[in-house]
C-alpha cells in the first residue's frame, strides 16, 4: 500500500498571522495527505528537529513578516546538516515577485503566493513527492 | 398577515402578485447569474426585501433617533454633519525618528489624529536586541525599547493637542506607562491628555496571537489599566475592543461582531468583579471594525453593534449613563482584501470600504494603502489613502444628512439578522461561562477557522470572485508596479546600539530595584501600573518589565485545538 504523503507546516517569525497555514494544513488534510502543523514561532531549529522526528516528506513555511530572506536558506542549511536531501522545502506567504527566483536558486522547490489555490498546492505536491514505499 | 402600515405598496397580496405577473416571466426569460447569493461572509441575501421584512421591528424601540437609545443610528444626533470622524492613519516604522518625522508629515497634511504602529518584538514584549527580534527590528512597525525610544517618537508633539491610538496588546501596560512618563516630562497633564490604548488581550488569543501571558493574569493587568486611568488619566480610552483581527482571521461578520462585543462584556463583568462601578469605566470603553467587501453587510454589523451594547449595557450591567450605553468605534479597512495582483485596484477597494465605514457611523478612520499588500505605505500611496477619507468628506454628500440608509427594507432587516446572529453566539459563550473559558476551549478559535476555509473552498469553486486573483487576471502592463517603501537593517542596528548606550549609563540599582517592586507588587497582587511607571521613569527597558511579570504570570502556550 502507498505510503500517504506527510507534510510538516511550520510558522516561523514573531508574527501570529495562522490563517493562511491552518487553512492549507487543512486543504491538504483533506486531499488524503498526513499533516503536522508546528503552532506559531517556531525557530528554524525547533521546525528541521520536528521534520527529523515526523520522517515528513516536505516541510511548508508560512512567513507573512518579511523575513523569507534570512529564514528559508537557514532552514535549508539545518535540512542540509541533518541530512534531509529528499525532503521538499516550499513555503507561501507575503514574499515579493522578486525574491522567488533569488529563492528557488537557494534550494526552495516552490513558492506560493497570495491567490494560489489550495488545489494548486495539493497538485504540486502529487507530483514532486517520490512516491513512498 | 403582513401589519405594514403601507397596504398598497407592500401586502404579501401585492407581492404573490408581483411575483406571479412579472418576476416569474422575467425568471422564464432570464434565468439568475447563480442560485443563491450571499455575502463575502456567505451569509444568504433575499431577492427583494419589502415592508413584510419590518415585520417585528418597532420604530421607536430598535431604531429610534440618532443620539437616541438604542442608538441604531448614531449616537450623535447630528451624525457626521456636526463633526467628521477623526481620519486617524495608522503608521509606524524603522526607528522612533523615523516614525516622528512621518507624524509630522501627517499632521502637517490635515490628518487628525495619530495612530502608532509597532513592530513586532515591540508587541511582543521583546527588546531589539533580544536573539527573538533578530530581523523584525522596525519591520511592521515601529520600534519602542525604552522609555528613550518613546521620547524620540513623540519629540515636538504636544500631547495636550493631540490624540494618539497606540496598537499593543501583550506589554500595553508597560507602553502607557512610557506615554504617560512622556506626557509628564513634556509637562503636560495626565487628566488632560487623551488617546486610545488597544489594550485588547481576548482577541490575541482568539485571533491576533500575540500574547505573553496566560489569560487570567493578563485579563488582571488590563483590569489595573482601567482602574488606573479611570482614577488618574480620566481622558484616555484604555481598551479599544478589536473585531478587526477576528474578522481578518477569517470570521464572518456576524462572528466579528459577536466575538467582539463578547470581550467587551467580558471587560465590563471583569471590571465591575474588580469592584468598579460600571458608569465610572464603560463610557472610556471603544471598539474597533473592520471595513470589508460586503458593503450592506458591513453597515448592518455596525448599526447592529451600537443596538446590542446599548442593550447590554443598560439591561445586563444596570448602567445608567448614557455614555455607557453608546457604542464608540474606529474601523479600518480589510487589509486581507487588498490585492498583490495589480495594486492600484485596491484604492478602488478602500474606497467603497471605508464608505461603508462612514455610512455606519465611524467616530474615527483608517484607509489602508494600496501597497500595503506588499510593504509598510509608501508616503505617496498613504497620502491617497487619506485623500480618500477627504473625498468621502467633503465631495460625496454623504455626510448630508444622519444614517441614510435607516429604513430601507433591505438594511433594516439585516440589522436585526446580525443581530440575531451575534446574540445567538453570546449566549452560547455565556452558557461556557464566558469569553476567557470559550478561549480555554478554543471555541472561537474554531469557528474563525471553520469560516475561513469555508471562503476558501468558495473561492476555489469560483462562487466568489476576486477581481485580478481569480476573475480578470489579464494585467494590461506589468511595469505598473508601485514603488515600495523598504527597511533595511541599518534600523536594527542603530536600535541595537541605542539600547546598548541606554544599559551603560542608566543607574543600574534604580533599575534592579524598580523591577524587583513590580515583581513583588504584582505576586502581591497590587495595581500594577503605577510600579511599572516607576519602572519607566528608571529606564526599565520593555523586555526587562516583561521578564520580570513573567516571572510571576507564567507564559502562555496555545493549547492544539
Known amino acids: ?133 | 398577515m403582513s401589519t405594514t402600515k403601507n397596504p398598497a405598496s407592500g401586502t404579501s397580496e401585492a407581492e404573490a402578485s408581483w411575483q406571479e405577473k412579472t418576476l416569474e416571466p422575467t425568471l422564464r426569460k432570464m434565468p439568475e447569474r447563480m442560485e443563491q447569493f450571499t455575502t463575502t461572509s456567505l451569509y444568504p441575501i433575499k431577492r427583494l426585501y419589502t415592508p413584510s421584512d419590518l415585520d417585528g421591528i418597532d420604530f421607536d424601540e430598535d431604531v429610534n433617533f440618532p443620539g437616541q437609545f438604542p442608538y441604531t443610528r448614531g449616537i450623535h444626533a447630528t451624525g457626521h454633519r456636526g463633526r467628521l470622524w477623526t481620519m486617524r492613519q495608522f503608521a509606524g516604522f524603522g526607528s522612533a525618528f523615523d516614525t516622528n518625522k512621518r507624524f509630522k508629515y501627517l499632521l502637517a497634511h490635515g490628518q487628525t489624529g495619530l495612530s502608532t504602529a509597532f513592530d513586532l518584538p515591540t508587541l511582543m514584549g521583546l527588546d531589539a536586541d533580544s536573539p527573538l527580534s533578530e530581523g523584525e527590528v522596525g519591520k511592521c512597525g515601529v520600534a519602542v525599547s525604552s522609555l528613550a525610544d518613546m521620547e524620540a517618537l513623540f519629540d515636538g508633539i504636544p500631547l495636550e493637542e493631540v490624540t494618539t491610538s497606540m496598537t499593543i496588546n501583550a506589554p500595553a501596560s508597560m507602553i502607557l506607562a512610557m506615554y504617560f512618563v512622556v506626557a509628564e516630562k513634556q509637562g503636560a497633564s495626565w487628566r488632560k491628555i487623551s488617546g486610545t490604548l488597544q489594550n485588547d488581550i481576548l482577541k490575541e488569543f482568539i485571533a491576533q496571537k500575540e500574547w505573553i501571558y496566560p489569560p487570567r493574569p493578563s485579563m488582571q493587568l488590563v483590569i489595573d489599566s482601567f482602574k488606573f486611568c479611570t482614577d488618574e488619566v480620566p481622558r484616555w480610552n484604555f481598551v479599544s475592543v478589536s473585531g478587526y483581527h477576528i474578522r481578518e482571521a477569517g470570521s464572518t461578520a456576524i462572528q466579528e461582531l459577536a466575538f467582539t462585543l463578547r470581550d467587551g462584556i467580558e471587560y465590563v463583568q471583569w471590571g465591575i468583579d474588580a469592584g468598579m462601578d460600571v458608569d465610572a469605566f464603560a463610557p472610556r470603553i471603544s471598539f474597533f471594525f473592520n471595513a470589508h467587501n460586503d458593503f450592506f453587510e458591513e453597515i448592518a454589523k455596525y448599526r447592529a453593534a451600537r443596538r446590542i451594547w446599548a442593550r447590554v449595557m443598560r439591561d445586563r450591567f444596570g448602567a445608567r449613563d448614557p455614555r455607557s450605553w453608546q457604542l464608540r468605534f474606529h474601523t479600518q479597512t480589510a487589509g486581507v482584501t487588498l490585492t498583490a495582483q495589480q495594486p492600484y485596484n485596491n484604492v478602488a477597494r478602500v474606497a467603497i470600504q471605508a464608505l461603508a465605514g462612514v455610512l455606519g457611523g465611524t467616530q474615527s478612520l483608517h484607509t489602508n494603502s494600496l501597497d500595503e499588500t506588499l510593504a509598510l505605505p509608501s508616503e505617496h500611496a498613504a497620502t491617497i489613502a487619506l485623500r480618500t477619507q477627504q473625498i468621502i468628506a467633503h465631495e460625496t454628500g454623504v455626510t448630508n444628512t444622519v444614517d441614510p440608509l435607516a429604513g430601507s427594507y433591505f438594511v433594516e432587516k439585516l440589522t436585526s439578522e446580525m443581530e440575531a446572529g451575534a446574540l445567538e453566539y453570546i449566549r452560547k459563550i455565556d452558557e461556557m461561562g464566558g469569553m476567557v473559558e470559550a478561549i480555554d476551549r478554543g471555541y472561537p478559535q474554531k469557528e474563525i477557522h471553520e469560516a475561513a476555509y469555508e471562503f476558501q473552498r468558495a473561492m476555489e469553486r469560483g462562487e466568489k470572485l476576486v477581481v485580478g486573483v481569480n476573475a480578470y487576471t489579464e494585467v494590461s502592463d506589468e511595469s505598473v508596479q508601485p514603488p515600495m517603501l523598504v527597511i533595511d537593517n541599518q534600523t536594527a542596528e542603530l536600535q541595537i546600539q541605542r539600547l546598548a548606550d541606554l544599559r551603560a549609563t542608566r543607574d543600574s540599582d534604580g533599575v534592579a530595584r524598580a523591577l524587583d517592586l513590580l515583581a513583588a507588587g504584582a505576586a502581591e497582587g497590587r495595581n500594577t501600573m503605577p510600579l511599572l511607571i516607576d519602572c519607566v521613569r528608571a529606564y526599565c527597558t520593555l523586555g526587562e518589565m516583561c521578564d520580570a511579570l513573567k516571572a510571576v504570570y507564567g507564559e502562555y502556550q496555545e493549547p492544539d485545538f
Do not use: N, W
Not at chain 1, 522547490?109 to 494560489?116: H, K, L, Q, R
Open chain 1, 1 to 133: 500500500m502507498e505510503r500517504k504523503i506527510r507534510i510538516l507546516i511550520a510558522k516561523p517569525g514573531l508574527d501570529g498571522h495562522d490563517r493562511g497555514a491552518k487553512v492549507i494544513a487543512r486543504a491538504l488534510r483533506d486531499a488524503g495527505m498526513e499533516v503536522i502543523y508546528t503552532g506559531l514561532r517556531q525557530t528554524p531549529e525547533q521546525i528541521v528537529a520536528a521534520a527529523v522526528q515526523e520522517d515528513v516528506d516536505c516541510i511548508g513555511l508560512s512567513i507573512l513578516s518579511g523575513a523569507h530572506m534570512t529564514l528559508f536558506p537557514r532552514v535549508l542549511d539545518l535540512m542540509k546538516e541533518q541530512g534531509l536531501d529528499d525532503v521538499i522545502l516550499f513555503g507561501g506567504g507575503i514574499i515579493p515577485d522578486e525574491d522567488v527566483p533569488k529563492l528557488k536558486e537557494v534550494g526552495v522547490a516552490e513558492i506560493f503566493t497570495p491567490g494560489a489555490s489550495t488545489q494548486a498546492v495539493i497538485e504540486y505536491l502529487r507530483q514532486h513527492v517520490r512516491s513512498a514505499a
